[in-house]
């Protein structure tokens, strides 16, 4: 059960690496202006996250669909 | 007789150990743990390996945020780094990895909801 949860947490850091990635790319275009975060790039960054995941869920469907 | 000539014949013998090598001080492992009981040997193994997981997971965020600041900060390289190059470099840096933590709560969330909308 610990080791399970401790595969999960490791796996979500290498997820959030691979992630932070494709989000920054996405949401930081221009040049980087201050060392924190503002509100449009938080915005951005959660919506990156869940639309990737919703495609992520879409291509499997999608998949399975082509399957049948 | 023979064991107590022995454990005498031990002693200079890591006196000399740590003089060769005054670095590495053999630790001093505390009597209750001399007889490591499973349990005991497990959570050493499990330290370990989560330090490890933990060097991994910095060796890659270092390796993602020169990739990326590099990207952002040093368009065309020139002879040195200039002090704008690296004023850029180190707010990019401390962006990312605020970005990072971001990325990881929304992800963490997710991946919540989804388990609860399974469930």
């Known amino acids: 059960m610990r080791r399970a949860q401790e595969n999960e947490t490791d796996s979500a850091a290498t997820e959030t690496h691979q992630l932070t990635q494709v989000c920054w790319t996405k949401c930081f275009t221009g040049n980087v202006s201050g060392s924190k975060l503002d509100k449009t790039e938080e915005g951005c960054l959660a919506n990156c996250v869940n639309r990737f995941m919703d495609l992520n869920l879409l291509t499997v469907k999608h998949l399975n669909s082509m399957r049948h | ?119």
């Open chain 2, 1 to 119: 007789m023979q064991d107590l000539f022995a454990s005498l014949e031990e002693i200079p013998k890591r006196q000399r150990v740590r003089n060769v090598a005054p670095t590495f001080q053999p630790p001093i492992i505390p009597q209750h743990l001399v007889i490591m009981d499973s349990a005991s040997v497990k959570q050493a193994v499990m330290q370990q390996v989560s330090s490890e997981a933990n060097m991994a997971n910095v060796r890659l965020l270092i390796e993602k945020l020169q990739e990326n600041c590099f990207q952002k900060c040093v368009p065309k390289p020139g002879g040195s780094l200039s002090s704008s190059e690296q004023s850029c470099a180190t707010s990019c840096m401390e962006k990312y990895m605020a970005a990072w933590n971001k990325v990881n709560s929304s992800y963490i969330d997710r991946l919540r909801q989804e388990q609860g909308v399974q469930m």
